[in-house]
Structures are given as structure tokens and as C-alpha cells.
């Protein structure tokens, strides 16, 4: 073979190598549902939709908007070792998709978060050991000179590789307009939490 054949072949290798690789990324840039499909929207008390109507909750409106059921197994004050105790169960009920959003009580109560990480690799295992996707929602630090997602989120969508929402949880918090009180968003406030998980559901009819 000689240099221009080589050349040309390697051009085109590599050329179908980035083809494949976007076509991997596209992949996984979305999840895929069908108007049939059910989600299961897991977490604490901004999931449960504390302090709004239960249709105002982020999960009502999810289910609103999208036409797809949406069950709510948000729990006000559960801690991230609970949420683990408690997720086996109701992955028996077959879900797509599980929206999981889940540590700000670890983190505002300053428990352990190396537990706090593992334990959310493990809710991820088990969500994807049951058949479904994860969706896996940022939370922020609450902390006194702002709300940035906490980086042990970043490190656990890197390790495991589902996709993640990272801003708009702490976009949310950010904006005192956008909650009724410190840390839980008002009906606004889920309004958007839902219209940035849509970004992230492809439905087909």
C-alpha cells in the first residue's frame, strides 16, 4: 500500500471513528420513552413538592406536560441512607425511567458524604440492575454564600455514567422568587425543574 492509499484509509477510519462517537454521545443525550412508559420521580422533600399542591409538585407538572405517568415517592426529611433502604421496593413496579434527586438533607444535616456518594451510586446500580434509566438531578451545598451543585454529583454521573441535570436545582435555589422558603421551590420554581428534565426525555408516540 503505498503512502496515499494509506493515508486516504486512515482519514477515512478516523472520519468514521468521530461519526460513531457523536452517534454514541446522541445516544446518550436523551432517554427514550413511549406514551405508555412510567417514571418514577425519587427523592426528599423537593421531590414530595413540600409546601405547594400536590398538582404543583414537579412530578404533577412532569406528568402534565409529558403525558406519561409519573409516580411521586418523595419523602419530607428522608435521608440518603433511608432513600437506599427504601428504593428496592418500588423498582419491583417496573419503571423507565427513575428522576432521582436525592441527599439535601445529608448535606444540610453535614453527614458524611462519602456515604452520602455511595449511597447514591448504589440508589444508580439498583435503578439500572431493575431495567430502568436514571436521570440523575444536582444538588446544591445550601451553603451561606450561595447554592452551587455540590461536585460529588459531577463525580457520580462521571462514574456511572447516566446523564445528569447539574444547574437547575441550584438555578432554582438561586432565586428567592422561585421558592417559599430557604430550600424549597415554589410552583414556579418546578415549572422550570420540569421544562430542564423535558430537555432530557425523547418521547415517541
Aim: with cysteine; hydrophobic share 40%.
Amino acid at each position: 500500500m503505498n503512502k496515499i492509499k494509506l493515508i486516504t484509509v486512515l482519514l477515512t477510519a478516523f472520519m468514521l471513528f468521530l461519526i460513531l462517537t457523536k452517534e454514541s454521545r446522541e445516544k446518550l443525550s436523551y432517554i427514550e420513552l413511549k406514551s405508555d412508559s412510567k417514571i418514577l420521580a425519587f427523592g426528599d422533600s423537593i421531590t414530595y413538592g413540600y409546601g405547594v399542591a400536590k398538582e404543583d409538585s414537579y412530578p404533577s407538572q412532569l406528568q402534565k406536560k409529558t403525558g406519561i405517568r409519573v409516580i411521586n415517592e418523595g419523602i419530607s426529611g428522608e435521608e440518603s441512607s433511608e432513600g437506599l433502604q427504601r428504593l428496592p421496593k418500588l423498582l419491583e413496579s417496573n419503571f423507565d425511567l427513575v428522576i432521582l434527586c436525592h441527599g439535601g438533607n445529608d448535606i444540610i444535616r453535614k453527614l458524611s458524604l462519602e456515604k452520602l456518594k455511595n449511597n447514591l451510586i448504589e440508589m444508580i446500580i439498583a435503578i439500572e440492575a431493575s431495567g430502568a434509566k436514571v436521570l440523575l438531578v444536582g444538588v446544591p451545598d445550601f451553603g451561606i454564600l450561595g447554592f452551587k451543585t455540590h461536585a460529588l454529583y459531577r463525580e457520580v454521573a462521571k462514574e456511572t455514567g447516566v446523564l445528569f441535570e447539574e444547574d437547575v436545582l441550584s438555578a432554582v435555589e438561586s432565586d428567592k422568587r422561585l421558592k417559599i422558603d430557604y430550600i424549597h421551590p415554589n410552583e414556579k420554581g418546578y415549572e422550570i425543574m420540569v421544562d430542564a428534565f423535558m430537555k432530557y426525555l425523547k418521547i415517541v408516540r
